[in-house]
């Protein structure tokens, strides 16, 4: 993976996101040492600290004022679960065709890990759904503005966030008020008052709130946000509720991480079961 090929602005988006998922992997191997966390650097991964860079260096609280102003609002039309997905399918990576799992693949793979271990039906519609916010991809936005690690914007920074360093070039730790601690928010003020870097948790969140229970929602919403589930960092703007939701989004994490299987799910067998399964929580087309 060259530098070169995440700075184009190709629609073929996934070979650093193949990267980032290895990556992230790799960062959250069971039982791994501090020593082996540290192989998860720049020197070693110059894709993935490449895509941060650009990442943290334009995830301003201003960007993402706008890109929720132009997306939030999900005026993009009406689609199905199915459409959708279909249409997030069109996202390939064509470097390796074979071994790699197209989108629906990933997204069939996590909802079946969710279902064989007898996880609640609704569960297992949010991991088919977790990542279909990656369209934004195809709606024409950079992947630093798509995928990876999710943190509040709109006040400091935590060093827990990954390659916390490439934060430098970001203006608002400069700015008066965004560079403090609390930033524009009160203590505590709970995680919905936060205006999360963008990307497509944020995206799936907007589109699914009206049709999925708040455990589902929190798996969606903060699926990215590895400094908060993780790393335990940004606590001081959480409240009672993001506290007691955190186990919710901590049980959806593996499935996300490590369901990546060597069987590609059958789609024609599995269609009739999804699509009662989506009847169960959506109407047959919703807004985007
Ligand atoms: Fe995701
Ligand atoms: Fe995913």
């Not at 602005?9 to 996934?14: D, G, H, K, M, Q």
């Not at 004022?65 to 009406?78: A, I, M, S, V």
């Not at 944020?202 to 049709?211: L, P, S, T």
């Not at 903060?222 to 939701?245: I, K, P, T, V």
């Amino acid at each position: 993976m060259s530098t070169a090929a995440v700075l184009t602005e190709e629609r073929n988006l996934l070979p650093v996101e193949d990267e980032w998922e290895e990556f992230l992997q790799g960062r959250y191997k069971e039982g791994k040492t501090e020593e082996e966390f540290r192989v998860y650097d720049a020197e070693a991964n110059p894709g993935v600290a490449e895509f941060y860079r650009l990442n943290h260096e334009f995830q301003t609280h201003d960007y993402v004022l706008g890109k929720e102003k132009q997306y939030f609002g999900l005026t993009r039309g009406e689609k199905s679960i199915w459409e959708a997905a279909e249409f997030l399918n069109t996202l390939v990576d064509d470097s390796d065709p074979d071994t790699d799992l197209t989108q629906m693949e990933h997204l069939l793979q996590t909802s079946e890990a969710i279902r064989r271990d007898g996880h609640p039906r609704w569960m297992v519609a949010t991991g088919f759904v977790h990542d279909l916010g990656k369209c934004l991809c195809l709606y024409g936005e950079p992947q630093w503005g798509v995928v990876g690690d999710t943190f509040p914007t709109g006040c400091a920074y935590s060093d827990k966030v990954v390659f916390p360093e490439y934060f430098k070039a970001n203006p608002d730790i400069n700015h008066p008020v965004y560079s403090t601690k609390y930033g524009i928010y009160e203590p505590n003020c709970g995680l919905d008052k936060v205006h999360m870097s963008f990307g497509h948790d944020g995206y799936i969140y907007e589109a699914m709130k009206n049709y999925l229970p708040m455990e589902a929602l929190y798996m969606l919403r903060y699926h990215s946000f590895y400094a908060w589930h993780r790393h335990g960092a940004y606590d001081y703007l959480c409240n009672e509720q993001d506290r007691a939701m955190l186990p919710a989004v901590l049980k959806f994490n593996p499935y996300d991480l490590y369901s990546k299987g060597h069987t590609k799910p059958d789609m024609k067998e599995l269609k009739p079961y999804y699509d009662d399964l989506f009847a169960e929580f959506f109407p047959a087309k919703l807004a985007w």
